[in-house]
């Protein structure tokens, strides 16, 4: 599965962003999507999740009501709106898919549960 993401760029604190993410080959064999990012010196972490078939959505706390995470299963996209945005929220985000829709023993947003991963869109965010 290759991933690409778009949309990124800079925002003032308070603005929104719309991620977009094009899954293109073998997609039939994905089970689920999320966005990931990392800020400079930071681990990779994971934002939110949503499951294939089900629609289903998990978000890391922090996102949580800001954040809406939704696909489009005919055209391939995955989309992150992104809204009332702080510096805090400045960090390279990926798009990544995973083949299982569950890992037992590992959180849904654990970055070894996805298989494939896009290269990354920036966010900047301006006070």
């Known amino acids: 599965v290759q991933l690409v993401e778009s949309g990124g760029g800079s925002v003032q604190a308070g603005g929104s962003l719309r991620l977009t993410c094009t899954a293109s080959g073998d997609t039939s064999a994905i089970a689920a999507m999320a966005w990931f990012r990392q800020a400079p010196g930071k681990k990779r972490e994971g934002v939110a999740r949503?499951?294939?078939?089900?629609?289903?959505?998990t978000y890391a706390d922090s996102m949580k009501g800001r954040f809406t995470i939704s696909q489009d299963n005919v055209k391939n996209t995955l989309t992150l709106e992104m809204n009332s945005l702080t510096p805090e929220d400045a960090a390279t985000y990926y798009c990544a898919s995973s083949s299982r829709p569950v890992v037992s023993g590992m959180s849904l947003l654990a970055t070894a549960a996805y298989d494939d991963w896009g290269q990354g869109t920036q966010v900047t965010v301006s006070t």
């Open positions: 949503i499951r294939k078939t089900t629609g289903v959505t």
